[in-house]
């Protein structure tokens, strides 16, 4: 009988601790790091580890509950709306300490965009402003992730970098007409 | 008015290294130009101050000629591309930094604390220079070695911090993709980018090893930094070096952007 309860509970920490990356053995080594970096890689969250274990591409059979539990993280302003001041938003975008969006996307009218992510050059223009598109839009900044499994592009929201008023800020600087990123022609563009 | 030509002058510059693309040429061509200007490179004298530094006096009266760097002592010809490697002498997996800090304290009889890291650094550009033209051979014999290795895969594959960063993630996944002035490099693969440190980046004018490239990556993405000489740097470097064996060194030190 004390065997049979014993089997749940070996279970549960064979389950935990395969959900663990490191070993307690290379835990100790990250240690030699320092405290902070020693801290950062202990204590991965659960989905950061499963991107790492998997290598930044989940078997689909793990796909459905991943991306459940990251649009679930999704949380949205008080105020209900989704484009908030485009010129704020600006500013967020284009501050490399900030949200540094340029350094990947191209599109910016104050910097010459990369090309890691997709070309966002006049995305209000081509995409319009509908409820569809804007709710879109924050989600994806909110929580790459739910979209995107694993992918390079920051959490700005569900990481709590930006709050949910500074990503619908940046949604407007997208998304509005009248938004610099939609009258000014972007750096580079030919 | 003048200042603003300047600017100008400056952003049509950027704008034409930009357009160039390789950043391999274009430090090729950097280098031509500091070599026509000043007639010697940066790289030449920081090699020529570890030689100075290598045939120093200890506190234990000895140079560092009496240290062995893996093929005997005082044997500098080729030893470079064989490190990371298992030391029997210390029962420790060391790189060039690191060996060089082991010598220094173990042999010449430095305390630790006196172990200067820009006397560390020219070490290696002059130990690193002996080993140009050569092919990386680092092994996995020794069972730490492999052990090493092992982690350094899994921290190259690790998404960390609030960012989710993690090596692979760009260096894999987005290569030849730019975000901001270089593209991402194939560091497993044919850029081989084991064979590009110990270099100088004339850029910002630094002299570094792969040890501070490492710490520059985390750094830049607001991911704390792995101390100097630790394992999870070294763990990295075993498993790049490994990846990269058999690529030739083009030059040591290197001299980049």
Redesign the interface.
């Known amino acids: 009988m004390r065997k049979v309860a014993l089997v749940p509970l070996a279970l549960a920490l064979a389950f935990a601790f395969a959900q663990r ?2 070993s307690e053995e ?1 835990l100790k ?2 240690q ?3 405290k ?2 020693a ?3 202990a204590n ?1 969250r659960p989905d ?2 499963l ?2 274990l998997h ?2 591409r989940l078997p689909g059979d793990l796909l459905p509950k991943f991306l459940e539990e990251q649009r679930a993280l999704i949380k949205y302003p008080t105020s209900g709306r989704l484009m908030g001041d485009w010129k704020r938003g600006g500013a967020i975008f284009n501050n490399l300490q900030k949200a540094n969006c340029f ?2 996307h191209f599109g910016s009218p104050v910097h ?1 965009g ?3 992510g997709p070309s966002l050059e006049k995305y209000g223009l081509k995409r319009g402003q509908s409820e569809v598109v804007q709710r879109y839009t924050y989600e994806v900044i909110y929580n790459s992730w739910a979209y995107f499994p ?1 992918s ?1 592009m ?2 700005f929201g569900a ?3 930006l709050t949910p008023e500074e990503i619908a800020d940046v949604v407007a600087y997208l998304l509005d007409p009248e938004s610099d990123f939609n009258t000014r022609p972007a750096v580079g563009s030919k | 008015m003048r200042k603003a030509v300047g600017v100008g002058l400056a952003v049509l510059l950027v704008g034409l290294g930009l357009a160039q693309g390789d950043p391999r040429e274009e430090a090729k061509r950097q280098k031509e130009l500091l070599l026509q200007t000043s007639g010697v490179l940066p790289t030449e004298l920081i090699v020529a101050q570890g030689e100075e530094l290598f045939r120093r006096k200890g506190p234990s009266g000895k140079t560092l000629e009496a240290c062995d760097f893996g093929l005997g002592k005082g044997v500098l010809e080729g030893v470079a591309v064989r490190l990371p490697r298992y030391f029997l002498d210390t029962g420790k997996v060391e790189d060039l930094d690191g060996r060089i800090v082991t010598c220094m304290t173990r042999v010449q009889g430095y305390k630790p604390e006196e172990v200067k890291r820009s006397e560390v650094v020219a070490l290696a550009f002059y130990i690193a220079s002996k080993s140009t033209g050569k092919a990386i051979q680092v092994r996995l014999l020794f069972p730490e070695e492999r052990e090493l290795y092992a982690l350094g895969e899994k921290l190259f594959w690790a998404r960390s911090g609030p960012r989710d960063i993690g090596c692979a993630t760009c260096h894999v996944s987005y290569v030849g993709k730019r975000a901001g002035v270089l593209s991402y490099a194939d560091v497993l693969g044919k850029d081989s980018s084991w064979t590009h440190w110990p270099a100088y980046r004339y850029s910002n004018d630094q002299a570094w090893t792969m040890q501070d490239r490492i710490r520059a990556c985390y750094g830049n993405l607001g991911h704390p930094q792995p101390a100097l000489y630790s394992v999870p740097i070294l763990a990295l470097e075993i498993f790049m070096a490994y990846q990269n064996r058999g690529a030739q060194v083009e030059e040591w030190p290197a001299f980049v952007r």
Do not use: H, K, M, W
């Open positions: 990356y490191f290379e080594r990250i030699t790091g320092g902070a970096y801290e950062v890689l991965p950061q580890a991107c790492a290598r930044n350094s990947c010459l990369g090309d890691v694993c390079v920051y959490r990481q709590g970098l």
